[in-house]
């Protein structure tokens, strides 16, 4: 029996990225939806349920993809509604990862927890109002650590941490002066922003004793953290524990791989930025 799954983005174009991926981690069809809208949902939902017997469903499933959590929530809010309208044996699973950013985020967070205790920590995310930084600064939220989301934008940076949690604040890096500032008492930093664009010089962070870990997502030079490679997997720099975008993005695909074979093997599965970030021990483990 093929293995199907319905990729369903709101953008105008469905991730290639998240397209091959599928078929790699074992999907023999990938159907791809563009421009969804919660309202094209539910007949998408009961084309993937109605088709097989109840004992062949789990090889289907529905995959949300996207640039904006949001809307990738939205659109997987509406087909866990209609799914849950339906007799259990008739549901498939179903999960999102919106840019990528519940898989980067997760394998940010795990790289971080390898290196130091996160709960109670102060940790600070540069250009965390994307999706991945977003992602980033909820799991650690949600481990216990104190988090900082910055922005080039105050109320941007403010209205990020609000809807993230009560717990989460925002604060707005336009220069060299605040950038100092909102990592002095940092613990970890995140460096979250767009491929290709230093957001801390090493001068800042070599003069802020307190920081233990240093994590970068970008992959493009220049890259987020000056003196922070891609291949750095834990490797020591002035003391100074750092995690580089290839090393995360391997753990990444580990992730995003192990999260679609898991989707076809039982049925019930939810795959959120939890349930994802929750798949991260065994990854380390292989
Ligand atoms: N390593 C991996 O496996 C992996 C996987 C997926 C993604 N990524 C990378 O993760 C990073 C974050 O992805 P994303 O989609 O969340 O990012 P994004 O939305 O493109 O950018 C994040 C934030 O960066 C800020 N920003 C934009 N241009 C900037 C500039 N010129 N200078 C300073 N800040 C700027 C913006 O915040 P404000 O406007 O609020 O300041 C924006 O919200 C990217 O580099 C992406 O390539 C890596």
């Not at 519940?102 to 996160?118: G, M, P, Q």
Request: charged content about 25%.
């Amino acid at each position: 029996m093929k293995k199907v799954l319905a990729y369903l983005s709101p953008e105008r174009h469905c991730s290639l990225f998240d397209i091959i991926v599928a078929h790699d981690a074992g999907a023999d069809v990938v159907i791809p939806y563009s421009n969804v809208c919660p309202g094209d949902v539910k007949d998408i939902v009961y084309g993937c349920c109605f088709t097989r017997h109840p004992r062949d469903l789990r090889n289907s499933c529905i995959f949300v993809g996207g640039y904006s959590i949001e809307k990738a929530e939205e659109l997987a809010s509406e087909a866990l509604r209609v799914l849950n309208g339906l007799p259990k044996e008739l549901r498939v699973n179903i999960a999102l990862d919106p840019n990528g950013a519940y898989t980067t985020a997760s394998a940010c967070v795990a790289k971080i927890r390898s290196a130091i205790k996160v709960e109670n920590a102060n940790t600070v995310v540069l250009a965390g109002t994307g999706p991945v930084g977003c992602s980033t600064a909820r799991l650690l939220a949600d481990l216990g650590a104190n988090v900082l989301v910055s922005s080039r934008n105050l109320e941007r940076a403010e209205r990020t941490a609000k809807a993230i949690s009560k717990k989460v604040y925002g604060t707005v890096v336009d220069g060299e002066q605040t950038l100092a500032s909102a990592v002095r008492n940092a613990d970890v930093v995140v460096s979250a922003g767009p491929p290709a664009v230093e957001l801390l010089p090493r001068k800042i962070w070599a003069n802020c004793g307190k920081i233990k870990v240093l994590t970068d997502i970008n992959v493009v030079p220049p890259y987020g953290i000056e003196g922070v490679k891609p291949k750095d997997d834990g490797t020591l720099l002035e003391g100074r524990k750092c995690y580089g975008a290839l090393a995360i993005g391997v753990l990444k695909m580990k992730l995003h791989q192990m999260m679609i074979k898991q989707m076809f093997k039982e049925k019930g599965s939810l795959f959120n930025l939890k349930e994802t970030y929750g798949l991260h021990e065994s990854c380390l483990l292989r």
